[in-house]
Structure formats: structure tokens, C-alpha cells
């Protein structure tokens, strides 16, 4: 079990990650105690899925923008720079996990947290009360070639377009018409819904690990090689909390 306001939960063959950090933004402390309960999963054989999840009107709001201010306050440029590099690194490990994962998404899936769900190999989003979005060109932000290649492995065209150029926000019956998530649940089935969803994904059979891993670098070998140019970090340092 990983402490603080994250939980590791082990139902049969799948299990289940729940962050519960409000509205479960990403900073140091948030990726750190992220690999420490993928740590957790992946040192468990019995595993065959895992579920991501969270508590709450959020899955994901994206990155700390005050948290990252705090740091640029301090002039630890350096520290900003490693935090974009260990994102890239979490994402990476995610898109790679060596048993099927699913998001199941509890509420608002927004910028930075939107793609931390589209690099899961599947999406459940509950219906109602919840938006889905990547809303970069609003906050005058770049998106990185690594998130890039991930959208544009995942749906193409017209939704490719409205997503990313256009910073379009998407309901529940949206995100599903688009493909950017694999079905939809009621908010009380959201988890037992992901639950089922994983185990049709394993079958009878489930998955041999390294296999799985393997053929994951394989196929989205584009994605992880995408090198992002320097961010420049006082466009998000000067940012506010969207509201929702």
C-alpha cells in the first residue's frame, strides 16, 4: 500500500491505483508516489491489469501550475527542467506497462491529465459531469511531439484537429463518438465497469510480461522517440487554475 493520499488496491488479477489528491495535479511528489505504486503493481506476478483512477469531481487537471511557480520563484530552473523530463519518463513507463492498462476516468480529464489517460492502453469515462479536453491553445502553451504522436496514434483527422488545434472539450458521449475513450459508466459502475473491461482484455490467458513490454516499445516506438524541443517555463508558471 503507498502511502499518502494514493492507494494500491488488489481485486483478483487486477489492480487498481486510486489518487485521491484533490484535483490530482502533477508535481514531483504526485509522479514520485506514482512510480512508487506502479513499483508496487509491477512487483506483484499475480497482477494482469491495472486501472488507474481517482476521487472526486477530478481524474487528472493537468500540471501543478503553482506549485511550478513556487519553483520558478526560487530560480530552480534545473528542478523545472527535471520535472518535465520525469514526466516524460512516467509517461513512458506507463505507455509501456507490462500488463494491460485501463483509465478509468472519475471526472475532469484535463491537459497534462487528459494525456496521462490517453497513455493508457484503454479509457472508461463516467457519464455526466465530466470533461475531457486538451486545452493547450487557450492557455497560450505548446504541445510537446511526444504528446503528439500519441493523439495522432490513437484518433486522426477532424478529431485530431479539434482536439489539438482547437483545444475542443468533449462530454462523456463526445469522447466516446471521437475515440478518445473505449466506453462509458455510470459513476457508481465506473470501477466495476473498468474491473470487467480488463478482464475481457486478459481473457483466459492473460499475458506474458516481457512480451507485453516488448511489443508495446515496439509499436509506439514513434511516441518515445518524439524529442521535445526546450519548454519555456514562464508561460506556465504565469498560468491560473481553469475553472471547471
Known sequence: MVSGKFSVEVRGKVAVITTDCGEN???????????????????NPDIQALITTGIGKFYSNGL????????????????????FQEIIKLDNRLL??????IAAINGHCVAQGAFWA???DYRVMRTKRSWFSVP???LNLPLGQHNISLLRGIVSGAVARDAMVFGKWYSPEESLQAGLVDG??????LLD???????????TRGFD??????MKENVYKDVINAQDTMVNFGNYTKLGKPKL
Not at 25 to 43: I, P, Q, T, Y
Not at 193 to 203: E, L, W, Y
Not at 209 to 214: F, M, Q, S, T
Open 25 to 43: 495535479r502533477f508535481n514531483m511528489d504526485f509522479m514520485n508516489n506514482f512510480n512508487k505504486a506502479l513499483d508496487e503493481v509491477e512487483s
Open 64 to 83: 501543478d501550475v503553482n506549485w511550478m511557480a513556487e519553483v520558478a520563484k526560487k530560480k530552480q530552473v534545473s528542478e523545472l527542467g527535471k520535472f
Open 96 to 101: 509501456t506497462f507490462p500488463v494491460p492498462t
Open 118 to 120: 490517453l497513455h493508457h
Open 136 to 138: 493547450e491553445v487557450h
Open 184 to 189: 462509458l459508466a455510470e459513476p457508481e459502475e
Open 193 to 203: 465497469s473498468a474491473i470487467k473491461f480488463a478482464h475481457q482484455c486478459i481473457g
Open 209 to 214: 510480461r516481457a512480451a507485453l513490454k516488448k
